[in-house]
């Protein structure tokens, strides 16, 4: 079930008028991609071109960007019938998405599979995540609207990110959604403390994107690209749960600590497209997806949120995350979980 703290009052601000304000604020970034673009010789020009008027003439389709309707997220055979693991769903920090917002498919999945998510409406502390196995911040940002001056400071304060810090490695689970600009740089004071870099930018793969869309930074994780890397996530408890093909939504790079597991491997031809003005750095040796033990306690990192959720986008409404079509992304969502609640071991 989804609870909700009664102790502070859920900001209302829609997921819509969200995912508007950013692309309303980041209109700059793109359009300095875009004049870089036209420098560019006409193949390469043509690629890019493709990635960049998609990302700049969908505003209005990002700004109707949903949670599905549609998608059933039925468990067939749920991991926890007793001792439901809990799980906090922070909202707390002018977070884009939410439990009953854009991440109501991923909330209505874990339920599902037997997981009491909570959703969390107050600045971090000891006492509370003392009371939960898992922890789930989703896009956060630095001001209350992406509109905003600040947006892209740090959505925690060096206090909090040190109480997370300090539970997770006493034995809590962390889950650490960032995507590209400026939720990198929101969620980056964060990610330090754990170890995790963010290119704060994003990235794009012309090599591995998914070629339907066209779109360069949908990309494809995959068994036959060699890009989705062997782990208790991706491999699941059994066969039935492993996954072969991912696709992450248009995200950041990340560079995990020592000792860290890439599960979803950037290639040597990926890039970040790093703001203000949309230098072109490589992302080779990077990730999207990533998972390590710390201290007691273990951390997931994504790159991309909505892989996570199952969304519509635009007039046509067309499918982003878990409901696009012949993907494994509700499973991994999934393996994530099991991972960080301690039901997966090494196979």
């Known amino acids: 079930m989804i609870a909700s703290d009664a102790a502070t009052q859920y900001r209302t601000g829609s997921g819509s008028d969200r995912v508007l304000a950013l692309n309303q604020h980041y209109h700059v970034f793109f359009t300095s991609v875009e004049s870089r673009i036209r420098s560019l010789t006409l193949p390469v020009q043509y690629r890019l071109g493709l990635c960049v008027s998609l990302l700049l003439l969908s505003t209005p389709a990002f700004a109707q960007q949903i949670a599905d309707p549609n998608f059933k997220p039925v468990v067939a055979r749920p991991a926890y019938t007793k001792n439901f693991p809990r799980v906090l769903f922070d909202e707390a920090h002018n977070n884009a998405h939410t439990a009953v917002g854009s991440f109501k498919p991923f909330a209505d999945l874990l339920t599902d599979d037997g997981y009491h998510v909570v959703r969390n409406h107050k600045s971090f502390n000891k006492e509370t995540l003392d009371t939960f196995k898992v922890l789930v911040i989703a896009n956060a940002l630095g001001a209350e609207d992406a509109d905003e001056e600040g947006a892209d400071k740090s959505a925690f304060s060096d206090e909090e990110c040190d109480i997370v810090r300090d539970w997770v490695r006493s034995g809590g689970a962390l889950l650490l959604l960032a995507d590209h600009a400026p939720f990198g740089s929101a969620a980056q004071n964060l990610a330090k403390r754990v170890e ?152």
């Not at 273990?298 to 067309?318: H, P």
Request: aromatic share 6%; proline share 5%.
């Open 196 to 347: 995790v870099d963010m290119s704060k930018g994003l990235t794009r793969d012309p090599a591995n994107c998914e070629k339907d869309s066209g779109i360069e930074t949908f990309i494809v994780y995959s068994r036959e690209n060699k890009l989705l890397s062997d782990h208790p996530i991706t491999q699941g408890r059994s066969d039935a749960e492993r996954v072969s093909r991912v696709i992450a939504f248009s995200g950041q790079s990340l560079k995990g600590p020592d000792g860290s597991v890439v599960f979803l491997k950037l290639a040597d031809s990926a890039v970040d497209m790093i703001p203000p003005h949309g230098k072109e750095v490589s992302a080779a040796g990077r990730a999207q997806g990533i998972a390590f033990k710390f201290g007691k306690g273990r951390v997931v990192v994504l790159g991309e949120a909505a892989m996570l959720s199952a969304q519509i986008a635009g007039s046509d409404k067309r499918p982003v995350g878990m409901n696009y079509p012949d993907i494994d992304n509700k499973q991994l969502a999934l393996n994530i979980m099991h991972w960080l609640s301690g039901l997966l071991k090494e196979r």
